[in-house]
């Protein structure tokens, strides 16, 4: 079983729709949560970082987190075609070597 | 601004070159990290280093070298050992893990 698991897609929707992403990962030891956005031919860039359980919203993104479930869920309101770009999870515990565990990323079109 | 630069954007390798990617951060960043990105397996973990002077190897190491001399550089070097090197190499720094990775730009290789 890999430590992060995330459906990599693609996933098409229309202008203002929602979009869902998700990942499940199997280390209970992971405490901190992150989601990055990836352009084509870019590196990736911090979107959403989120510790331990919750939710977390900034502007149209909400990232939440359900430990207990080993779930962490993305959600993008009023989805604009700039938002079309791949989207990775990652994740890491509060000791050691601080190595981030990735998902293997999620592409996502906004269709206008 | 502070950042992470990434060079050359391009390299292009013939079979039985060494090439050296070049990565440089001025953010004070004491963690360095790089990574391999090949469609439909997610970002894999070469080689990190959490101080100067010393590094660790990743997941996928063989074919793969590096130093650390200094704290604002950690280039990697592809050898003739890797037998596939064609991808897209990612560089990625932090602070302290409260902090998520910032990335580089990418070096795209392609061997000719």
């Known amino acids: 079983q890999k430590e992060v698991e995330q459906d990599p897609g693609p996933l098409s929707v229309p202008e203002g729709a929602i979009v869902s992403l998700n990942c499940t990962y199997s280390n209970s030891a992971f405490q901190y949560f992150m989601w990055y956005r990836q352009y084509s031919r870019k590196g990736p860039e911090l979107l959403m970082y989120?510790?331990?359980?919750g939710n977390k919203e900034d502007g149209r993104f909400t990232a939440q987190v359900d430990k207990s479930s080993k779930y962490i869920s993305l959600f993008i309101r009023d989805s604009q075609p700039s938002d079309s770009a791949t989207y990775l999870c990652?994740?890491?515990?509060?000791?050691?070597?601080?190595?981030?565990?990735f998902g293997k990323g999620n592409q996502v079109v906004v269709i206008p | 601004d502070g950042g992470i630069t990434q060079s050359p954007k391009y390299l292009f390798r013939k079979e039985g070159q060494n090439v050296t990617l070049s990565c440089e951060q001025n953010?004070?960043?004491?963690?360095m990290y790089w990574y391999r990105q090949d469609p439909g397996q997610g970002l894999r973990l070469i080689y990190y280093s959490q101080i100067v002077n010393d590094f660790q190897k990743g997941d996928i190491a063989e074919g793969y070298s590096v130093s650390r001399e200094k704290k604002e550089s950690f280039p990697l070097t592809v050898t003739s050992a890797q037998k596939n090197p064609t991808a897209f190499y990612l560089c990625?720094?932090?602070?302290?893990?409260?902090?998520?990775?910032?990335f580089g730009s990418g070096t795209r290789l392609t061997v000719v």
């Open positions: 989120t510790y331990s359980s």
């Open positions: 990625a720094s932090t602070r302290d893990r409260g902090y998520g990775y910032t």
């Open positions: 990652a994740m890491t515990q509060p000791y050691g070597n601080n190595r981030l565990a």
């Open positions: 953010l004070n960043h004491d963690a």
